[in-house]
C-alpha cells in the first residue's frame, strides 16, 4: 500500500511563495510519475504539474508554468512543488499522487492511484 503525506500548505499574500512537500511511504519501484493537483470549493480537481521517477521530466499546467517548479528526491521518496508568484487563484487544497505507470503528460487524475490526504494553500489578494 502506498500512502502519501504532504506538507508546507498555509497563507502568503499575493506575489508570495510557498513549497509543497509529499512524502510516499513505498518502493520506489512501486512508482513511475508524481504529480500535484487542486481543488478549489466548488471546482473539480484540476492537474498542476507532474515528474517522472526516473528521468525527471516534468509537465506543468498553462496556468502555473514558470511560476511552479516541480523536482523529486528518488533517495528520499519525495516530491516538492515550489511557488513562486503565488496568485489568488492558486488557493486550493494541493494533493500529491502517485502512479505505477504512465506520461507526465497524461493529466487526467482518474489515472493515479494513490492519494495524499491534501494541503491548504490559501493566497490573499
Known amino acids: 500500500q502506498v500512502q502519501l503525506v504532504e506538507s508546507g500548505g498555509g497563507t502568503v499574500p499575493a506575489g508570495g511563495s510557498l513549497r509543497l512537500s509529499c512524502a510516499a511511504s513505498?518502493?520506489?519501484?512501486?512508482?513511475?510519475?508524481m504529480a500535484w493537483f487542486r481543488q478549489a470549493p466548488g471546482k473539480e480537481r484540476e492537474f498542476v504539474a507532474a515528474i517522472s521517477r526516473s528521468d525527471g521530466n516534468a509537465n506543468y499546467a498553462d496556468s502555473v508554468k514558470g511560476r511552479f517548479t516541480i523536482s523529486r528526491d528518488n533517495a528520499k521518496n519525495t516530491v516538492t512543488l515550489q511557488m513562486n508568484s503565488l496568485k489568488p487563484e492558486d488557493t486550493a487544497v494541493y494533493h500529491c499522487a502517485a502512479r505505477a505507470y504512465g506520461s507526465v503528460y497524461d493529466i487526467r487524475a482518474t489515472e493515479y492511484s494513490y492519494w495524499g490526504q491534501g494541503t491548504q494553500v490559501t493566497v490573499s489578494s
Open positions: 513505498v518502493r520506489t519501484f512501486m512508482i513511475a510519475t
